[in-house]
């Protein structure tokens, strides 16, 4: 049978994973956080000091990544790194690795596993343009850079980690120029994406939003 996908695209801390999870809990549907794959393979390379720019390495890492997800949790053969791949350090790693097209390679088969039955929300930088061309419905989140900086804050503080509004302003910056001025799988909103600015939205009402697009499509 056929399984639906609805594609949920935006830069860091636009509120993707939030509002994605939730659309995946009302609808009964399973959940991929794509960027989640980018920093286990972040994590890993940090820890087995395999170089940010050795692309075939990467790649290899990335192919035999042993990771999985349950109820919630993130786990890297067998550790459970859920906290441990959130920390700025890990999130700027993975955003220069995912400008490597080897390693973005290495990633596909494993994203389009998650598509099974009854249906998948996946949330990244390039689900409808590239990874699942095909969604029912594709979104592109965004909020204005201040409104990001103070939700990623907000986030780290919240799991202990310490911030500085200034830092993340200009890490949030410098990651949304490189993810949407790499060559391969740039952040872009894909054809026919629905625009949502989510600055001065409730996470209730993006839901809501997400949830009557898709009414409409399916
Ligand atoms: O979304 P998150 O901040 O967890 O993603 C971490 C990094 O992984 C991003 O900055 C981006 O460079 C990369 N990424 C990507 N393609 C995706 C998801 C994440 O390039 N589909």
Redesign the pocket.
């Given at each position: 049978p056929y399984i639906p996908v609805i594609a949920i695209?935006g830069?860091?801390?636009s509120g993707?994973?939030t509002v994605a999870q939730l659309v995946a809990t009302q609808l009964g549907f399973h959940y991929l956080?794509?960027?989640?794959?980018?920093?286990l393979t972040?994590l890993s390379a940090l820890r087995n000091a395999v170089a940010l720019n050795d692309e075939q390495a990467l790649a290899k890492l990335a192919e035999t990544l042993q990771c999985s997800f349950t109820n919630g949790d993130i786990f890297l053969a067998g550790e459970n790194v859920t906290l441990a791949?959130?920390a700025e350090e890990?999130?700027?790693a993975?955003?220069?690795?995912?400008?490597l097209p080897a390693l973005?390679q290495a990633?596909v088969a494993l994203?389009l596993r998650f598509r099974t039955a009854p249906g998948l929300i996946?949330?990244?930088?390039?689900?409808g343009t590239?990874?699942f061309p095909d969604a029912d419905l594709k979104v592109f989140l965004t909020a204005s850079p201040e409104a990001r900086a103070q939700r990623r804050y907000k986030q780290l503080i919240d799991k202990g980690f310490s911030a500085n509004m200034q830092d993340l302003l200009k890490d949030l910056n410098e990651?949304d120029a490189?993810?949407a001025n790499?060559a391969v799988?740039p952040?872009k909103p894909a054809e026919g994406a629905y625009l949502l600015d989510t600055s001065n939205l409730t996470v209730h009402q993006a839901v809501e939003q997400v949830l009557g697009w898709y009414a409409d499509v399916k």
């Open positions: 695209d830069p860091t801390a993707k994973g956080d794509s960027g989640a794959l980018y920093r972040a791949i959130r890990v999130g700027n993975a955003s220069k690795i995912a400008a973005r990633l994203q996946a949330d990244g930088r390039d689900m590239v990874i990651r490189r993810d790499r799988a952040l």
